[in-house]
């Protein structure tokens, strides 16, 4: 089962800004939409946003329209989600999915924290 790989967290200041990253060939396929979802410590998986599979439209929960961007570059095989403007309420686990909660993730996520 092909597993996708995500990076791009760390720690981040509020009001800063991260690119995550979500990539594996196949996983990635130019056939499939994508979802990124986050869970944040004690709370269930929440989504975040979607794009289509060539990345002409993308979908953003509220609580992050506005700040983050998913883009996608097929060529690549690699999905990315500019985080802006970032909260401490972003800090969270992120996961790129091909399914949407509660569908667990396939990946091992990337760690996000947001704070001063």
């Known amino acids: 089962e092909v597993q996708p790989v995500e990076s791009g967290g760390g720690l981040v200041q509020p009001g800063g800004s991260l690119r995550l990253s979500c990539a594996a060939s196949g996983f990635t396929s130019s056939l499939n939409w994508i979802f990124w979802v986050r869970q944040a410590p004690g709370k269930e998986l929440e989504w975040v946003s979607s794009?289509?599979?060539?990345?002409?439209?993308?979908y953003y929960t509220n609580s992050v329209k506005g700040r983050f961007t998913t883009t996608r570059d097929n060529a690549k095989n690699t999905v990315y989600l500019q985080m802006d403007s970032v909260k401490p309420e972003d800090t969270a686990v992120y996961y790129c999915?091909?399914?949407?909660?509660?569908?667990?993730?396939r990946g091992q996520g990337t760690q996000v924290i947001v704070s001063s």
């Open positions: 999915n091909t399914k949407l909660p509660p569908s667990p993730p």
């Open positions: 794009i289509d599979s060539n990345g002409g439209r993308a």
